[in-house]
């Protein structure tokens, strides 16, 4: 059977428009996953010009407490992606995935524009910090919005039997974005001075994130509602069924489970790790950036590999994998970690990879377990409320426990919640493959 077939039903129908209709999912798929990765570029762009930003906007005369505040904006940020996916989900589920995609894209890009046009502490005080903190809080209400719209959509308009590899581009997307962040990172470092990164330097990736908006913006203005949506909006059969609130709830709180370990795991080791090296083993910026950059690309490579995988044996064998390598070599990968590059790019690569087995699985899985007229809601609630509890706050608590002189803690409470993830995915079904509907 064809992808078009498997998506329209009809053979005849699906012979009739099998080029035009698959063509332009195609497009719809690209210009998603464009506008995602923008997205993600912006928001990783703050973790990665963390020690910078802290220096220019905070308190410079304690290095420890504007370092603590400014990952405390960071988790801030994320604290307001669950009213943001509830908000934006809601009106992804009545108005469409296209209408909320374009309008989070705007807001995303508003949010860099004002961080990079913003005067420092030294220039306007605790302004500058409260500025800088409610341009976070927009990113982050827009962040919640667009995570949850794009898992939806790109897993709507995929061929069931293909949805874990169309699904693991939304993945791609975050790891592209991250990757494009570091990668700004270190061209900024390398080329200018430590001085002159700290005055100014540090600004250039919020100004290219808006600019590049704009192409993002053209390509999503252009995409096709997806198939799902429309006949959900139309009033056919399955539109009819009343949705299980039941069912919902149960969703919702396997999904929070299974996502604490996968975004605590993901953003300890995309968005701290090479801060970790700089201020804790005095790794040279320039390398602990190109280090990233270079793990997070292969770990990036691996993901339609594993949304392959999933297609075939199932989501749940891979979900599992996921949660009994990462408890085990967490605490081990992060002890590799010292001033030499080559031990960050070890460490992260090994991480990441294994982090990229439930990320390829995320879209897919979580839209395979929410009906259509609340999926974008419920895929927005949980995702967000377990990434803004689990993955926002973990560079935040990784650095207060090294500081309390209690590392060990920040890697068993990582190691916990993999195994949480695990506890969420034995109690899930196996879902590889079915009709997304409103049942």
């Given at each position: 059977m064809s992808d078009v077939q498997t998506s329209r039903g009809a053979p005849h129908?699906?012979?009739?428009?099998?080029?035009?209709?698959?063509?332009?999912?195609?497009?719809?798929?690209?210009?998603?996953?464009?506008?995602?990765?923008l997205e993600w570029y912006e928001w990783s762009a703050y973790a990665v010009f963390t020690p910078f930003i802290a220096t220019a906007m905070f308190n410079s005369q304690d290095a420890v407490s504007a370092l603590l505040s400014t990952l405390a904006v960071f988790a801030v940020g994320f604290l307001m992606r669950p009213l943001g996916g509830i908000v934006f989900g809601r009106v992804a589920d009545r108005r469409g995935r296209k209408f909320v995609l374009i309008t989070t894209m705007l807001m995303m890009a508003g949010g860099?524009?004002?961080?990079?046009?913003?005067?420092?502490?030294?220039?306007?005080?605790?302004?500058a910090s409260l500025i800088l903190l409610l341009a976070r809080v927009v990113q982050g209400f827009a962040h919640g919005g667009e995570s949850a719209t794009a898992n939806t959509y790109v897993a709507e308009i995929a061929p069931s039997h293909r949805r874990g590899m169309w699904g693991s581009i939304v993945f791609v997307a975050i790891f592209g974005g991250s990757v494009l962040a570091y990668t700004v990172g270190g061209v900024v470092t390398s080329t200018l001075t430590e001085s002159a990164v700290a005055d100014w330097g540090?600004?250039?990736?919020?100004?290219?994130?808006?600019f590049l908006a704009l192409a993002a913006l053209y390509l999503r203005r252009n995409m096709e509602e997806s198939d799902?949506?429309?006949?959900?909006?139309?009033?056919?059969?399955?539109?009819?069924?009343?949705v299980s609130r039941k069912q919902v709830t149960r969703s919702v709180l396997l999904v929070v489970?299974?996502?604490?370990?996968?975004?605590?795991?993901?953003?300890?080791?995309?968005?701290?790790?090479?801060?970790?090296?700089?201020?804790?083993?005095?790794m040279d910026p320039g390398v602990a950036y190109w280090c990233s950059v270079a793990a997070q690309c292969i770990a990036l490579a691996t993901l339609p590999l594993?949304?392959?995988?999933s297609d075939r044996v199932g989501r749940r064998p891979m979900l599992i994998a996921f949660a009994v390598?990462?408890?085990?070599?967490?605490?081990?990968?992060?002890?590799?970690?010292?001033s030499a590059g080559w031990t960050l790019f070890v460490a992260a690569t090994v991480a990441l990879v294994i982090v990229a087995i439930p990320g390829a699985l995320l879209s897919a899985t979580m839209s395979e377990a929410f009906p259509t007229k609340v999926r974008?809601?419920?895929?927005?609630?949980a995702y967000s409320i377990s990434v803004a509890l689990f993955g926002g706050t973990a560079p935040y608590l990784n650095q207060l426990f090294i500081d309390l002189k209690m590392a060990q803690l920040s890697e068993f409470y990582i190691m916990v919640l993999c195994l949480c993830t695990g506890v969420a995915v034995y109690l899930m079904k196996e879902t590889k493959g079915i009709e997304l509907k409103n049942a």
């Open positions: 129908e699906a012979g009739a428009q099998a080029g035009p209709s698959l063509r332009a999912k195609r497009k719809s798929l690209i210009a998603s996953t464009v506008g995602n990765v860099s524009l004002v961080i990079g046009f913003l005067p420092s502490y030294a220039s306007i005080g605790a302004w540090w600004r250039i990736p919020f100004f290219l994130g808006a799902v949506f429309e006949n959900q909006q139309s009033g056919s059969a399955d539109a009819d069924r009343p489970l299974m996502t604490s370990g996968i975004t605590s795991a993901h953003y300890t080791w995309t968005s701290y790790v090479s801060t970790y090296a700089i201020t804790q083993h005095g594993w949304g392959h995988v390598l990462m408890a085990a070599l967490h605490m081990p990968l992060i002890g590799m970690i010292g974008t809601q419920g895929i927005g609630f």
